[in-house]
């Protein structure tokens, strides 16, 4: 039906979250129509984020330095580690002003029944955990939705189970 070209644009656009067929179309259309400019700021764009950004070896945030900024923060507390699902819910609380610890993003959840847990940070906050001994609390900050519930119970167990004197 369409060109090779903007079919491979709107299956590229399909992989995005909650972006279906038409919404899919609606963007390949959008960028055709509205000229090689905004295109070219676009690629740009995508570009510079493929270039620049990095995944903060201790927190697993994306920035442009590695560590972020808040992991290279001397001034924050040491002692707590808020663990949150993904980069966005980091960013949620540090607008609020009120936390002031360190973070870990787990880039996900446990969702029941899957397979997909090697692809969450899991391995590297135990990693993390155990090197940083003057943790006192953990704050486990997900959605109270099944898959949320099951990511704080298995990591509130396993993180017991190596250091009881941490506060969950």
């Not at 259309?29 to 700021?41: C, P, T, W």
């Not at 510079?48 to 990095?54: A, F, P, Q, S, T």
């Not at 519930?149 to 004197?165: C, G, Q, R, S, V």
Request: glycine share 6%; hydrophobic share 40%; charged share 30%.
């Amino acid at each position: 039906m369409y060109s090779k070209s903007i079919q491979h644009l709107i299956s590229a656009f399909r992989k995005l979250p909650s972006v279906g067929q038409r919404t899919a179309e609606r963007f390949a259309f959008y960028l055709l129509k509205s000229g090689k400019k905004e295109v070219a700021e676009i690629t740009l764009a995508l570009k510079e984020l493929i270039d620049n950004v990095k995944s903060c070896e201790q927190c697993w945030d994306f920035g442009d330095t590695n560590p972020c900024a808040i992991c290279a923060n001397k001034n924050r507390d040491q002692s707590v580690i808020c663990i949150v699902c993904e980069p966005q819910d980091m960013h949620v609380i540090e607008r609020t002003g009120i936390f002031g610890g360190l973070y870990h993003v787990l880039r996900g959840v446990i969702e029941p029944g899957s397979d997909d847990m090697d692809k969450l940070k899991i391995k590297e906050l135990f990693a993390r955990l155990e090197k940083n001994t003057g943790l006192k609390e953990i704050i486990l900050a997900f959605s109270p939705d099944l898959p949320g519930e099951t990511t704080m119970l298995f990591l509130e167990k396993k993180i017991k189970e190596k250091n009881p004197a941490i506060s969950v």
